[in-house]
Every structure is written in C-alpha cells, then in structure tokens.
C-alpha cells in the first residue's frame, strides 16, 4: 500500500512539473555542471548558480566580470534590478566579492 501512495504521489509531481508552462515574469532557478557554477554554489552556499526571469525580448550580453553597470548583466543583478525599478522593492542583500565564502576555492 505505501508504495502505491508513493507511486501516486511522483506521478502527480512528475505531470505537475511536466505541464509547467512558463509565464512572463516567472523567477527561475538553476544549476549546471561547469566549474564555475560550481564555485558560486560554493561561495553564497546555494544549491543553485543562475537565476533568471522570463522575460520575452532581447537581452544583454552576460556580464562575466559581475560589474554593475547596465551594458553587461548577470543573472542575479537582473531580478535585483528589475525589482528595484518596477516596484521599488529590495530584494536580498547586496553583497561585494569579498563578501563571499571563496576559502575553499584553489
């Protein structure tokens, strides 16, 4: 019987998740295999290294220097900024590199 209301319980979760349609300002999250979303995984202690919102147009070069600027933008500067500008609200913390655990890093 448990494994029948297991069985039933991923199912759900499996159509749940499969019939995801994805909506203009959705905040998603991610993870992948390189070394260095590996390294922001490890530094802010996340189990996630992107984030991004969905948003239908054109984009802005990725900014790999994580500057502050509006010519470049990285994943996490996008939501704060977007959020910042549309509803004056601050989300999170605004943190420097130091800031960040990087003892562990070679």
Known sequence: ??????FMLSLVSFI???SYKPQDSDIIFQSSQSRKSLAVEQATNSPYSHMGII????GKP???WF???NNYIYCS????KIYDK??????GQLQTIKDFNLHHLP
């Open 1 to 6: 019987m448990r494994f029948i209301i297991l």
């Open 77 to 80: 500067e996008l939501i704060w």
């Open 16 to 18: 749940s998740i499969a």
């Open 67 to 69: 500057g502050w600027d």
């Open 86 to 91: 549309a509803l004056k609200l601050k989300i």
């Open 55 to 58: 948003f239908i147009k054109n």
């Open 62 to 64: 990725y900014d790999i």
